[in-house]
């Protein structure tokens, strides 16, 4: 739904950048992020009650879906399927996590500024901060989620080792992946509405071709090349390996990956500087 510009307060004015300003780059983003971080907050605190509006578990719902995924998939997976990773369900998390939080960026950083139509075309400030405040709001949710992995790894026997400290490295780097596909995606919803529904597909797709509910090795040779050439591949194994193996993430995969989050991030700021000169005028 539009937000009306009194329903989020800042404590500066905002301006919006000069058309002939240059393209959006990293350094630019974070200042924004930096100089708006009231406003930023406020999106992102409005998000996290709106949804849940209404419901009685609230926030934790954002625990109950991956477990409710875990258990639907550790039976057909265990029982039926009978896929022999032990324990299962550590490992099924250990992807199914951080993919749930990258899907649910993706789709509420798409309609993040024709859900704000309101406030774009009534206020002046950097427009980026509204996919921003999505891969914000849905990293509170990653928080939560990580914690739970962590208690239920312990409960399985797997337990907790020194690979944790690549931890932060992975959030880290799936944030700026997420944030440069996301404002791609954003500022495509705003000249093109089919983008989301495009989006839903493509996600579907993305899931079963990266090695979440199996593991890379059960894919037959002849196709692994495609699915090793997926980056979501590179980050969900890196995920598995600190989680489930507890060793060292593949280097290969680290460096990979590291180079795409940061290609990405940067074609997607740039082009949804571009691209946000108009918003204003489609939403």
């Not at 951080?98 to 406030?119: K, M, Y």
């Amino acid at each position: 739904m539009p937000t009306e510009p009194a329903e989020i307060s800042t404590s500066r004015q905002p301006v919006r950048p000069r058309v002939g300003s240059a393209p959006l780059p990293l350094t630019r983003g974070i200042d924004h992020t930096v100089a708006y971080w009231e406003l930023l907050s406020n999106l992102v605190s409005r998000d996290l009650k709106t949804r849940y509006r209404g419901s009685v578990l609230g926030v934790f719902w954002s625990l109950l879906n991956p477990l409710l995924l875990m258990l639907v998939y550790t039976v057909v997976f265990s029982v039926i399927v009978r896929v022999n990773i032990q324990p299962y369900p550590i490992f099924l998390l250990s992807g199914l996590v951080p993919w749930n939080i990258f899907a649910q960026t993706l789709t509420i950083a798409t309609t993040s500024v024709t859900d704000n139509a309101g406030i774009v075309r009534k206020v002046y400030f950097p427009l980026v901060i509204l996919p921003l405040s999505a891969v914000a709001s849905t990293g509170v949710h990653m928080l939560i989620s990580l914690g739970l992995l962590a208690v239920l790894a312990i409960a399985f026997h797997v337990g907790i080792g020194l690979s944790l400290v690549f931890l932060p490295l992975l959030v880290v780097l799936q944030i700026l992946f997420s944030t440069g596909i996301g404002c791609l995606l954003a500022a495509g919803q705003v000249y093109f509405r089919d983008v989301q529904y495009f989006l839903s597909v493509l996600i579907t797709v993305w899931f079963f071709g990266t090695p979440i509910v199996y593991s890379l090795d059960l894919v037959p040779q002849r196709l692994r090349p495609f699915f090793e050439a997926n980056p979501m591949s590179w980050l969900i194994s890196s995920y598995q390996d600190i989680w489930f193996y507890r060793r060292m993430p593949s280097l290969l995969h680290l460096m990979a990956f590291t180079v795409v989050a940061a290609l990405v991030v940067l074609v997607g700021l740039s082009a949804y500087d571009r691209l946000s000169r108009g918003f204003a005028e489609e939403v």
